[in-house]
T-cell receptor, first 116, second 111 residues
């Protein structure tokens, strides 16, 4: 597609459940980023991939959060044993490469996660 | 640690007027990039303008321009001839070894 897409757009789950959030980056973009945006806040960095590997996962809050990008394109953010504090909008972005003049990140519309 | 500060939670501007949104950042890195993103109610972040730290010339994109003061670590956004469609949350962002966003400024455009 022309832009970054994320599915689902909204996800409601119960505390303790497992969820997967999907991101389809712009075709050809090698870098992919995940952010979490809580209400009234700016995006908070979680993890970024260069190709298939997680180049920096220092923003993941704890071991309940995990992300994969097995073929260097689509990425899935996985959250185990969800907690009410995980409720937020999860944003994905991609860029042509990491760092340099082509580092402009293009964002998807986000997935709003609500944990009841 | 790098931080990005936007000290204006809300701003308003009359249509066709000019408004400036403030942003300061703290870093010990020498190589970095600065961005302004716009986030309308639809939630999708849209890049407004970017500035490479090594460039002294201020970036300009049509009605949007920045005042980049590297020594002062200041990166303000000026919107000229404001339009109703400019109403949104504006986030200042820093990209060094990691990416940091400010808390945003909500811009209202008054017809």
């Amino acid at each position: 597609g022309a832009g970054v897409s994320q599915t689902p757009s909204n996800k409601v789950t119960e505390k303790g459940k497992y969820v997967e959030l999907r991101c389809d980056p712009i075709s050809g973009h090698t870098a992919l980023y995940w952010y979490r945006q809580s209400l009234g806040q700016g995006p908070e960095f979680l993890i970024y991939f260069q190709g298939t590997g997680a180049a920096d996962d220092s923003g993941l809050p704890n071991d309940r959060f995990f992300a994969v990008r097995p073929e260097g394109s689509v990425s899935t953010l996985k959250i185990q044993r969800t907690e009410r504090g995980d409720s937020a909008v999860y944003l994905c972005a991609s860029s042509l490469r990491d760092r340099g003049p082509t580092d402009t990140q293009y964002f998807g519309p986000g997935t709003r996660l609500t944990v009841l | 640690a790098q931080t990005v500060t936007q000290s204006q939670p809300e701003m308003s501007v009359q249509e066709a007027e000019t408004v400036t949104l403030s942003c300061t950042y703290d870093t010990s890195e020498s190589d970095y990039y600065l961005f302004w993103y716009k986030q309308p109610p639809s939630r999708q972040m849209i890049l407004v303008i970017r500035q490479e730290a090594y460039k002294q010339q201020n970036a300009t994109e049509n009605r949007f321009s920045v005042n980049f003061q590297k020594a002062a670590k200041s990166f303000s956004l000026k919107i000229s001839d404001s339009q109703l469609g400019d109403a949104a949350m504006y986030f200042c962002a820093y990209r060094g070894n990691q990416f940091y966003f400010g808390t945003g400024t909500s811009l209202t455009v008054i017809p």
